[in-house]
Nanobody, 127 residues
């Protein structure tokens, strides 16, 4: 079972930037496809971005496309989410997730396809 630990959350003003990190342990990181999800108060957890094992494939939700960048460093067992031009509506708890699936049940991959989750990190964007 892989363990995932997020860091880098915080409070920032609209237009600012943050970089989230997620460190993995317990399983060979390069065997995992990774994703970032977020959950705002009173809302469902939603997919933000995903990245394939070799980083050759990425997906972004329309709401963050052009502002967020997902990347990974397999040598450091870490996946990142660089967030720029942040908006108040980006305020949420951000979760890192991993999966060993090679074929997702649908596209974009649903939350249920990810078997490992971090504890979450709070991102607050003020106007």
């Amino acid at each position: 079972q892989v363990q995932l630990v997020e860091s880098g959350g915080g409070s920032v003003q609209a237009g600012g930037s943050l970089r989230l990190s997620c460190a993995a342990s317990g399983q060979t990181f390069s065997t995992l496809a990774m994703g970032w999800f977020r959950q705002a108060p009173g809302k469902e957890r939603e997919l933000v971005a995903t990245i394939g094992r070799s980083a050759s494939t990425t997906y972004y939700a329309d709401s963050v496309k052009g502002r967020f960048t997902i990347s990974r460093d397999n040598a450091k067992n870490t996946v990142y989410l660089q967030m720029s031009s942040l908006k108040p509506e980006d305020t949420a708890v951000y979760y890192c997730a991993g999966t060993t699936l090679r074929i997702f049940s649908s596209w974009p991959p649903p939350r249920a396809d990810f078997g490992s989750w971090g504890q979450g990190t709070q991102v607050t964007v003020s106007s």
